[in-house]
Nanobody, 121 residues
Framework: QVQLVESGGGLVQAGGSLRLSCAAS????????MGWYRQAPGKQRELVAI???????NYADSVKGRFTISRDNAKNTVYLQMNSLNPEDTAVYYC???????????????WGLGTLVTVSS
């Protein structure tokens, strides 16, 4: 089954930190672009950060300097280190990847089910 599984969400006080992880299932051969998105209550889903296989990154202005995206290509895993969290960061965080699957060979976009991050004031 082709899937991404997020972990690491939870409740944290303002100013605190969390680290999210997203692991790809073994059915995924390799991953090109990987990213994190988030959706706050009553708002549209928005890009948080993306990373290419070579390590190039791009961040939303709202998280620059506070969040860091990284990946382990050997494990097909992406991470999001979130520091200096504030209540506006409260959202469901989703992992996203452009995945390569074999037998038959194909590329497809995959989404995780999301992990909730709640930041209390």
């Amino acid at each position: 089954q082709v899937q991404l599984v997020e972990s690491g969400g939870g409740l944290v006080q303002a100013g605190g930190s969390l680290r999210l992880s997203c692991a790809a299932s073994r059915s995924i051969f390799s991953i090109n672009r990987m990213g994190w998105y988030r959706q706050a209550p009553g708002k549209q889903r928005e890009l948080v950060a993306i990373i290419t296989p070579g390590g190039s990154t791009n961040y939303a202005d709202s998280v620059k300097g506070r969040f860091t995206i990284s990946r382990d290509n050997a494990k097909n895993t992406v991470y999001l280190q979130m520091n200096s969290l504030n209540p506006e960061d409260t959202a469901v965080y989703y992992c996203n990847a452009d995945a390569v699957v074999l037998n038959p060979y194909r590329t497809l976009e995959v989404w995780g089910l999301g992990t909730l991050v709640t930041v209390s004031s």
